[in-house]
């Protein structure tokens, strides 16, 4: 799909971030040309200037690889992803070891520019390529009781040197609520600046929940369970009164230890102001409603 574009560019040496901005220079003088097999999702995505490869794959939290942000660039190429198979189970019609490529097969990719907001207060804007969740689910069939949606990533001590530390209750572990999981924002990314997605990013395939704190964003998922009862959560088991299940980026309701009104963004340099931070991370009109009459404060 995407690839084809990029493929059409002349300069070799360009990094992923510059051919990408020209690909989408080339895109928008196609724009009247009728070629429409862009994808055009999240209409919040226009206007947002994407970080650099070089930052989104070198500044990362994935502490199966160590809690230093230069850890997971440094040590991630121990994880084996190739063959890699998903297990789908729980409360689905069709559960099954699912194999990477054979879903691959089966998903349209499609590009998705996210702000990407973490709870320690910093940020990003990343352009994932991937695809939605909910294709993925109704390939395995979602039965009626399911109400959640639990994940878990591989837990392989010998290819991930940070799972000798207690550090998390391994694997590590997320959830979603069913209409959370089924909403067309939340995607699996495969890609990053049409780049199969890098070790420390999550290869081959992880969440992300663009109007949740970025720890929802589970990466390297091998299991994937429907249930009807809320699942427990690896920094909400560690930590509960800091580390809710919803987390979902708001401003108004400061982590106990730190104000989360503002973020840092990534690659502003030293002195830049910090930004505020937006309601459910700018995506505020499209989720708002899945948290109709919940009180956000209580439900952090
Ligand atoms: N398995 C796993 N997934 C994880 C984490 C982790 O430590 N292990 N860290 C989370 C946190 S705190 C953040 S902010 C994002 C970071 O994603 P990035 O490194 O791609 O920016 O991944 C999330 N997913
Ligand atoms: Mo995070």
């Given at each position: 799909?995407?690839?084809?574009?990029?493929?059409?560019?002349?300069?070799?040496?360009?990094?992923?971030?510059?051919?990408?901005?020209?690909?989408?220079?080339?895109?928008?003088?196609?724009?009247?040309?009728?070629?429409?097999?862009?994808?055009?999702?999240?209409?919040?995505?226009?206007?947002?200037?994407?970080?650099?490869?070089?930052?989104?794959?070198?500044?990362?939290?994935?502490?199966?690889?160590?809690?230093?942000?230069?850890?997971?660039?440094?040590?991630?190429?121990?994880?084996?992803t190739e063959p890699w198979s998903v297990?789908?189970?729980?409360?689905?019609?069709?559960?099954?070891?699912y194999d990477f490529q054979a879903i691959l097969?089966?998903?349209?990719?499609?590009?998705?520019?996210?702000?990407?907001?973490?709870?320690?207060?910093?940020?990003?804007?990343?352009?994932?390529?991937?695809?939605?969740?909910?294709?993925?689910?109704?390939?395995?069939?979602?039965?009626?009781?399911?109400?959640?949606?639990?994940?878990?990533?591989?837990?392989?001590?010998?290819?991930?040197?940070?799972?000798?530390?207690?550090?998390?209750?391994?694997?590590?572990?997320?959830?979603?609520?069913?209409?959370?999981?089924?909403?067309?924002?939340?995607?699996?990314?495969t890609?990053?600046?049409?780049?199969?997605?890098?070790?420390?990013?999550?290869a081959p395939l992880?969440?992300?929940?663009?109007?949740?704190?970025?720890?929802?964003?589970?990466?390297?998922i091998?299991?994937?369970?429907?249930?009807?009862?809320?699942?427990?959560?690896?920094?909400?088991?560690?930590?509960?009164?800091?580390?809710?299940?919803?987390?979902?980026?708001?401003?108004?309701?400061?982590?106990?230890?730190?104000?989360?009104?503002?973020?840092?963004?990534?690659?502003?340099?030293?002195?830049?102001?910090?930004?505020?931070?937006?309601?459910?991370?700018?995506?505020?009109?499209?989720?708002?409603?899945?948290?109709?009459?919940?009180?956000?404060?209580?439900?952090?």
């Amino acid at each position: 799909m995407a690839h084809r574009w990029t493929n059409t560019l002349t300069h070799a040496d360009v990094t992923p971030r510059e051919a990408f901005l020209n690909r989408r220079q080339v895109m928008a003088g196609l724009a009247g040309v009728g070629l429409t097999a862009m994808a055009k999702p999240a209409a919040a995505q226009d206007g947002l200037e994407p970080n650099t490869w070089e930052e989104i794959t070198t500044y990362n939290n994935y502490y199966e690889f160590g809690t230093g942000k230069d850890d997971p660039a440094k040590y991630a190429h121990t994880l084996v992803t190739e063959p890699w198979s998903v297990t789908i189970d729980g409360l689905v019609d069709r559960p099954g070891d699912y194999d990477f490529q054979a879903i691959l097969s089966e998903m349209t990719i499609e590009e998705r520019i996210y702000r990407f907001r973490c709870v320690e207060a910093w940020s990003m804007v990343i352009p994932w390529n991937g695809f939605e969740l909910a294709d993925l689910l109704n390939m395995a069939g979602v039965q009626d009781g399911a109400k959640y949606v639990a994940f878990e990533t591989a837990y392989r001590p010998d290819e991930m040197p940070g799972t000798r530390f207690p550090v998390l209750d391994w694997p590590y572990r997320e959830g979603l609520r069913l209409d959370e999981a089924m909403h067309p924002l939340t995607i699996m990314a495969t890609g990053i600046y049409d780049r199969p997605i890098p070790n420390q990013n999550g290869a081959p395939l992880r969440l992300v929940v663009p109007w949740k704190y970025g720890f929802k964003s589970i990466k390297s998922i091998v299991r994937i369970t429907l249930t009807e009862d809320e699942p427990p959560t690896s920094w909400n088991m560690s930590n509960p009164r800091e580390y809710g299940f919803y987390s979902n980026v708001n401003p108004n309701v400061d982590h106990p230890r730190w104000s989360q009104a503002s973020e840092r963004e990534i690659g502003g340099g030293l002195f830049a102001s910090r930004k505020p931070t937006l309601m459910f991370n700018g995506y505020e009109q499209e989720v708002a409603s899945l948290y109709e009459g919940m009180d956000l404060a209580k439900n952090y």
